[in-house]
Every structure is written in C-alpha cells, then in structure tokens.
C-alpha cells in the first residue's frame, strides 16, 4: 500500500511539475531566460515541486473554505427570517447530498488514473482503494476547521461541527458503496462526468429545497437535520467493507477511462461539426476583390452567422433598454437625478460591459478553426509581408463588427444624460460617445493582437499557451475591477481615449516587429 501511495504521488507531481515547465517555456520573457534542457535543470525541478506540494496542500482546504463561505454560510445570510443554526444545517444536508453523487472521486476518471492503471499496469484495487482513502481524509481535514469556524458563528454545539465532516465523508462512502452494489447487480459502471438526465433533475430538486424552502420561510427543524447528518457516518463506515471487498476495480476504471477518451475525442468532433454548422455553404458567394482581401470577404460572407448575426441581436438588445431607460425615466421622472449622476461617474463600469459585448474571441477562434488552421501549414502564408497585410485587413473587419453596438451605446448614453436633466459641460457628450468607440476599438485590438503574438492553437484546435490564458485572464480581472472605479466621465473618457490610442500604436509595432515569428501552428 505504501508503495502504491509513494508511486501514485510520484505520477500526480510528475506530470503536475511538467506542466508547470511547460507553462514557464511559454512565457515569451522568462522562456529567454530558461536553458534549452528545461526538464533537466534539477533547481527548476526542485522549484516546480515545491509549487506542486504547496498547491496540493493549498487545495485539500481552500475549495472547502470557499464552498462554505459561498454556498452555505454566505447565501444564509441571505434569509433573515428564520435561525441561523436551521438555515446552516438545512443547505448543508441538501448540498452534502448532491456532493456525494456529483463529487465521488471513485468515480471520476481522470488522467493520473489512465497513466496508472492502463498504460503502467499497476494493481487496479490496490491504487483505487489507496486515493479513495486518500481523497476521504482530504474531506475530513478540509472540513474540519471551516465546519467548526462557521457552524460556532451560527450557533451550532462544537461536538456537531467537529461531525459534519465525518457525516460528509460518510455519505460519500454510502454512494460509492451503493454504486459499485448496483455495478456488480446489473453491470452499470457510474461516472461523475456523465451524470443521467434523471439524477440531474433530481440535483435540481435538491437544489431548490436548499435554497427555494428558506426563501418561503421553511427549513428542516435542527434536530431533523443533525440526526440526518449524523447518521450519514455509521453507514458510512458499515460501507467500508463493500468498498474494500469490491472485486472489479480494474473493470470499472476501463470502461470509465476508455469512456473519457470516447468523450474528448467526441467533444472535439461536435466542436468542430457545430463550427461547420455556422459557415454558409451558399455557392453563391463570390467576391470581386484579389489577394488577401478576396480571402477575408469570402471569410466574413461565410461567417456572417457568428460573426454579424450575434453583433445585430446584441445591437438590438442595446436598443430596446436604453429605449426601456427612457421610459423609465418619463414615467418615473424622480430618478432622472440618479441616473444623471450614475453616468456622471459611472463610466468606469462599462470598460467590463464592453469586454462582456466585445466578439473578439469569437472571431480569432473561427479565425483560427476554420481558416488559419489549414492555411499556417504554409510557408507562403507565415512570410511578413502576409501576416502584416492580413493583420490591417483583420483588424478592420473585428473593429466595424464590435463598432455598431458601441455606437449604440455610447449615443445612447448620451441621450439618456440628455433627458436625465444633462450637463453644464457639452464635452461630456461628446466624451462619452468616442470613450465608448475607443474602449470598443481597444478591445478589437487587444483580442487580435494577442492571437497574433501568442497563437494559442495547435494542428488539433486544441489551446496550448499558457501565457495566452493568463494574459486573458488578466483583461477580465482589470476589466472587472474598473467596475469598482468611480470618477468624473470627463476624466476618465479622456484618459480612456488616450490610453487606446497609444496602445493601438505600440500593438501595430509589436505585431510588425514579432508576428511574423510568433504567428505559427503551435506543437
């Protein structure tokens, strides 16, 4: 057992630390700074395990702490009407039960398990039974301090939060038990990831009566909940004994993993026949342009029902609420005074709005999967003058698709300053209205620009760039914490026009000077 523990481990932390390398070599800076035999560098390897020890230590708790702080102790500050002790108890029992058949880790075929059993071999059972116990101690010693800290905060004993996750873990084993009962009755091997449409009705049921019951003022008695929970352990342990005298763990976990190997290379085909679905096969459509240019409008002409059609209903929508506003605003004109000073200050708040609207990412992706991905297996198609010309006439295309609804907005928000009582100072119009072009066209550039730069897409449209994801992460956090900024519609529209000016010309310098490098099919 030890052997197999040390073993499984050594598989998890391998492939975890070479992904870690791997996400290092991509980073366009530090990669320069990294030797060519990066897998072999022993003082990498040693830094790469000790971010993969802390990570598995970080993960057996914070998972735990962030489910009870949103999903229970969080959503039952919601409901003032009825006990904290009842509300804490009542969600967890619903929760606790979906978890058990929506997170059995026994059940969840994954990569290390693939490694393990089908391609080293190794004893089915015993490397099995070896992480399940091992994933059940991570439920109870990442439960226990947070069920005590929050359930002590909702006046619940400390004997009943030191239980809860002995009851957690219990259930788990009760569900386990029971599937692998129902595998050997009638054959039926249960995976997490491919979860019945009836047990996902039945999830959602139990979903409503966690949080539907205490929003009409209703919650299980407390002594219900606790001896439910409680009697979750000693089935839990008389579970045990079936899961350790289980005979067929190697032919659960074949039919699991071959299952998810079926699965990705389904997803991949459905991604690409619902890709196929979106291009017009019109053989009608012609262009009378050359070049590069007869390419991108046969492209657009193609593509128009995931490229216009999405920015026509967005546009739509745009109008029908600021039309909505306004309204509003006639009949209700006690308002007008707010809204006048919300857009007064509130621009900040639609930098996010328009990171939301942008079709950047829509666009690159059908970019890449349904032209450049034939087309960068050519030589002719990687040379400068290409990627430059291509580049202009691309970034003119995204900028009129995402320009339309920003024009919307921006005079729309113009008109509803106008009717909430306006402003001394006319340039908050015009600000307004170019600030909101300009984030639009900001975002227009930004999405391409790092398409070209960090082509995240290899032969099999599969994305492999670490530094794209993070880089795209960063845009929604900064995004997301403009939303947070308060400051005057003058000030920031100006600022907001400046700063995507620049940062269009010194991205048309970086894709002249890189692209042509780094715009290739990725290995």
């Given amino acids: 057992m030890n052997k197999t523990l040390q073993i499984s481990f050594s598989l998890k932390n391998t492939y975890l630390v070479n992904g870690i390398l791997y996400s290092l070599k991509q980073i366009p800076i530090v990669k320069k700074l990294l030797p060519e035999a ?39 500050l919601l409901y003032r009407q009825v006990p904290g002790s009842y509300l804490f108890m009542h969600i967890l029992l619903f929760l606790t039960v979906i978890g058990a058949f929506s997170n059995t880790s026994l059940f969840n075929p994954s990569r290390d398990k693939y490694y393990a059993m089908i391609l080293m071999r190794m004893n089915a059972r015993e490397y099995t039974l070896v992480n399940y116990t091992y ?121 699991m993993l071959s299952q998810m190997m079926n699965q990705m290379d389904t997803v991949i085909q459905n991604t690409r026949k619902a890709s196929e679905k979106t291009i017009s096969t019109d053989t009608s459509i012609s262009s009378n342009r050359k070049g590069y240019e007869y390419l991108n409008e046969l ?15 967005i ?82 295309e995204i900028m009129k698709i995402n ?23 006319p340039m908050n119009y015009v600000v307004i209205i170019v600030s909101i072009l300009c984030m639009s066209l900001f975002f227009s550039v930004h999405y391409l620009t790092i398409y070209y730069l960090l082509q995240p897409y290899n032969a099999g449209t599969e994305m492999k760039s670490g530094t794209y994801q993070l880089v795209m992460s960063a845009t929604y956090l900064v995004c997301y914490f403009m939303m947070k900024l308060h400051m005057q519609t003058l000030m920031f529209g100006m600022m907001t026009i400046v700063f995507c000016v620049l940062y269009s010309i010194a991205a048309c ?15």
């Avoid at 091997?189 to 999830?203: A, F, G």
């Avoid at 729309?412 to 909430?420: C, M, N, Q």
């Avoid at 310098?509 to 290995?523: D, M, V």
């Fill in 38 to 76: 990066l897998y072999k560098e022993r003082g990498l390897k040693i830094f790469a395990n000790v971010l993969s020890v802390l990570w598995e230590i970080l993960s057996i708790f914070i998972g735990k702490l962030l489910y009870l702080l949103t999903m229970v102790y969080g959503m039952g």
């Fill in 135 to 255: 994933s059940i101690i991570k439920v109870i010693l990442g439960f226990a301090p947070f069920t005590l800290w929050f359930g002590v905060k909702r006046g619940l004993p400390v004997w009943l939060c030191l239980a809860i996750p002995f009851s957690i873990a219990g259930l788990k084993l009760t569900v386990a038990a029971a599937s692998l009962w129902d595998y050997e009755r009638r054959g039926f091997v249960y995976n997490e990831n491919s979860i019945s449409k009836y047990l996902w009705l039945l999830m959602a049921l139990l979903l409503g009566a966690a949080y539907g019951l205490p929003a009409a003022g209703i919650v299980l008695p407390h002594i219900v909940s606790a001896i439910l929970m409680l009697s979750f352990i000693p089935a839990g342990a008389v579970s045990i004994r079936k899961i350790i005298s289980f005979g067929y763990y190697r032919e659960i976990n074949r039919q």
């Fill in 403 to 425: 320009a339309v609804p920003a024009l919307i907005i921006g005079v729309g928000l113009a008109l509803v300053l106008y009717a909430s009582g306006g402003t001394d100072n």
């Fill in 299 to 313: 492209f657009i002409k193609r593509h128009h029902k995931i490229l216009w059609k999405s920015t026509q209903k």
């Fill in 509 to 523: 310098i970086l894709i002249y000077k890189l692209a042509p490098k780094t715009f290739k099919l990725r290995i």
């Fill in 315 to 396: 546009t739509l929508v745009c109008i029908c609420l600021i039309c909505g506003i306004l309204l509003i605003m006639y009949l209700a004109p006690g308002i007008n005074k707010k809204i006048n000073e919300l857009i007064l200050t509130w621009l900040p708040y639609f930098v996010f709005i328009m990171y939301a609207l942008n079709r950047g990412t829509g666009f690159t992706r059908a970019l890449f999967m349904n032209c450049d991905h034939s087309l960068l297996t050519y030589s002719f198609y990687k040379q400068s003058k290409s990627v430059l010309k291509l580049f202009q006439i691309r970034l003119r």
